[in-house]
Nanobody
């Protein structure tokens, strides 16, 4: 699966950004991950084949994941941005829907190149 992210950029604290990802084919589980400078890659949320999202506590209530299966697209709506949200954001995919239950980077074998989000 090839994944291409877009929509990153710079925003002030409290602002909003929307990331998009287009996949080369359908995947039952898709996710957004991020990696801050000097930090480890973490899964911030995943969404399964029936569009049930799961979120990490760090973004719950601020970020919303959605998908459009007709377009093989994944979205991340980010509101109430904080400086600690600054990171490279990656779209990822897995071939089994159950991988969405475990918010671990190792569950996702397919990754995009990433898009930078900077919050000041």
């Amino acid at each position: 699966v090839q994944l291409v992210e877009s929509g990153g950029g710079s925003e002030q604290a409290g602002g909003s950004l929307r990331l998009s990802c287009v996949a080369s084919r359908y995947s039952p589980c898709m996710a957004w991950l991020r990696q801050a400078p000097g930090g480890e890659r973490e899964v911030i949320g995943a969404i399964n084949n029936v569009a049930t999202p799961h979120y990490d506590d760090s973004v719950k209530g601020r970020f919303t994941i959605s998908r459009d299966n007709s377009e093989n697209a994944l979205y991340l709506e980010m509101n109430g941005l904080k400086p600690e949200d600054t990171a490279m954001y990656y779209c990822a995919a897995a071939n089994e829907y159950r991988r969405c239950f475990h918010l671990r980077p190792t569950e996702f074998p397919y990754w995009g190149q990433g898009t930078q989000v900077t919050v000041s």
